[in-house]
């Protein structure tokens, strides 16, 4: 018999730092999740990953309190931001782009950069090749204030 589904939720959770405490516990407990066998198999599946990239995770679980989880890339900002080489500044200590895109200009990225960054998004695009994929990656760039030479 197949388990009935009963509900999603999406969580943006550090690689490899899955723990008990918010916002990941709270989220997971209130739903019947075991929060420590998610934090062990989440870890365990994002050790490959650099440690502290953020990983948009849709979880799925079930009504005998079992779960599944999808974990995608990490988001084009991220790696914007690193390809950038941008500093961590304000109240979170993040690196930031632009207050003003469009007519600040905060960093610069080379088109093998963004091609990088294309190809390791690949998957969770909506492109069917790496130069979509690219398109992609320059608008986001563009929204952030990082110019592509």
Known sequence: MAKKLVGTMKLQIPAGKANPSPPVGPA????????????KAFNAKTQEMEVGAPCPTVISYYQ????????????????LKKAAGLKPVGKRNRP???????RETVATVTVKQVREIAEAKMKDLSANDVEQAMKIILGSAAS?????K
Do not use: H, W
């Open 28 to 39: 997971l407990g209130q739903r019947g999740i075991n929060i420590m066998e998610f934090c």
């Open 64 to 79: 005998d309190k079992s779960f599944t989880m999808e974990i995608k890339t990490p988001p084009a900002s991220y790696y």
């Open 96 to 102: 930031k782009g632009a207050v003003l895109p469009g």
């Open 144 to 148: 952030m204030g990082i110019e592509v």
